[in-house]
């Protein structure tokens, strides 16, 4: 095990078992939601289900959502603390497993399940034990953080060059915390990491094709399934050396088909997708509250808009960024929590700093790289970034809302990768040890958040 490797392991597993501890439950993105999902399928249930009155979710037990609700009043209020009343309140919660009722997760209900098999393992074999639900909580926090570190930890493995840049990617705070939650996204960026680390081999290493590199189209077509934004990382393909194919025509004809097949599946599952899903405004009003839809979004209607009006979408769309991507960048580097919960403005920018800085020194770099090759790198970058913002336009905004809302940075986890690829340098030459100042600087970042949760939500 390489060095890189070895500190990715050591400070993911300390601090992110840190973070599954230390910030309360549900305070997480849509951790609730999540929650309810993946024990859902524990049940068997592979999708949420639709009930007549147009409710999206699944029959569960109560104390599911009792547990929820005991720390609800944490949600958007600063003032709000965690204290031995509710941390008691919260282990007297008996799971109760016959005791059900519906249960609401319409945001979620309709995401592929594969994502959420590993967490749902978890919570199944903790029933068997017949664990209480903060418990299953935190089991499930573990699941999702362990896959994550062990999807991370085989991508820097074969990942043939800046392995420290990727890994202090992975390791920045906002994203370890993020992580420790419960969601979907640690299976599906994990999976992004290691079909990006997967092609790079194949392209700069002398790593030759083999029949066992079609297992990439299951990770690739897991990616576009669960994210169909994360999609363009397919395009790296395109830049395996031809010699590495029997011939030209199987190198144009794999690439094809690859793209032909991602295609059928994206839109056979925006089909399944789109009959399940319910908008805010044909929600059954008594339920609709608080479950993460937003008035007026009607996707098909803003899709309209996006196609047949493309330049007033891309005035929106560059007003956004203008306006949204500082917050975007906070929230990728330093950001924890629900609501507007980060770490001090200068470690973010410190952070900022030294990942660019480590992606710039960072040797050695592949003989084979080329300028066209780094170009092709922030043009997958940017048409990732092009496919969020269409994506989350159609899903958060009503049509022709005059600016994208929803731009938070941890939807960018997958895609900034490619623009720190993009500053590898292979001329610049220093003396200090950057390894030993970047180290340092992330075990100090974690500490300042760890502080930065605690007086959020402990300090009286």
């Not at 169909?228 to 088909?257: C, D, E, H, M, Q």
């Not at 196609?307 to 929106?316: D, G, K, Q, V, Y």
Request: with cysteine; proline share 6%; hydrophobic share 50%.
């Amino acid at each position: 095990m390489s060095l890189v490797v070895r500190y990715f392991v050591l400070l993911s597993l300390f601090f992110g078992s840190v973070y599954v501890l230390l910030v309360p439950p549900f305070q997480a993105p849509d951790e609730a939601h999540h929650f309810y999902r993946i024990y859902h399928i524990s049940e068997g249930y592979w999708m949420g289900e639709k009930t007549d009155d147009q409710r999206f979710g699944g029959e569960l037990p109560k104390s599911l959502h009792e547990l929820a609700m005991t720390f609800r009043y944490l949600r958007y209020n600063e003032a709000g603390k965690v204290n031995d009343e509710i941390w008691a309140k919260a282990k007297s919660i008996e799971l109760q497993r016959e005791e059900t009722t519906f249960l609401d997760f319409p945001n979620v209900a309709y995401y592929v399940p594969m994502p959420y098999l590993p967490q749902a393992a978890a919570v199944w074999i903790g029933k068997q034990f017949e664990l209480q639900p903060l418990y299953l909580l935190y089991l499930t926090r573990f699941a999702n953080l362990f896959i994550w570190i062990a999807l991370i930890t085989f991508a820097l493995r074969i990942l043939p060059f800046h392995q420290w840049t990727i890994a202090a990617l992975a390791l920045l705070p906002a994203s370890l915390v993020f992580h420790s939650g419960i969601n979907a996204d640690a299976v599906t960026n994990g999976a992004c990491f290691l079909l990006i680390a997967s092609l790079l081999s194949l392209i700069f290493s002398d790593e030759q094709l083999r029949w066992k590199h079609f297992g990439l189209l299951l990770i690739s077509a897991t990616i576009t399934l669960a994210k169909v934004v994360y999609a363009p990382i397919i395009l790296l393909a395109w830049l395996i050396p031809i010699r590495k194919w029997k011939s030209k025509a199987t190198y144009f004809a794999v690439n094809v088909g690859v793209l032909l097949f991602h295609t059928f599946l994206l839109l056979w599952w925006s089909n399944i997708a789109g009959d399940l899903f319910i908008p805010y405004d044909e929600y059954n009003p008594e339920y609709r509250v608080d479950k993460q839809l937003n008035p007026g979004v009607d996707p098909m209607a803003q899709l309209s808009f996006i196609l047949e009006e493309p330049s007033a979408f891309l005035t929106i769309l560059f007003g956004s960024y203008a306006e949204i991507f500082p917050y975007t960048l906070l929230h990728y580097f330093g950001k924890f929590g629900w609501e507007g919960n980060y770490m001090p403005t200068w470690s973010i920018v410190l952070l900022g700093l030294t990942t660019a800085g480590v992606a710039i020194l960072e040797k050695p770099v592949p003989k084979s790289l080329q300028l066209r090759q780094k170009i092709a790198f922030l043009v997958i970058g940017l048409g990732m970034m092009l496919a969020f913002s269409i994506v989350i336009y159609m899903q958060w905004n009503a049509p022709r809302d005059p600016q994208i809302t929803a731009l938070s940075g941890r939807y960018f986890i997958p895609i900034f990768p490619f623009f720190f690829l993009a500053l590898v340098n292979g001329k610049w030459q220093v003396d200090f040890n950057w390894k030993v100042i970047l180290i340092i600087i992330l075990v100090a970042t974690q500490l300042l958040m760890s502080q930065s949760i605690y007086l959020r939500y402990y300090a009286q």
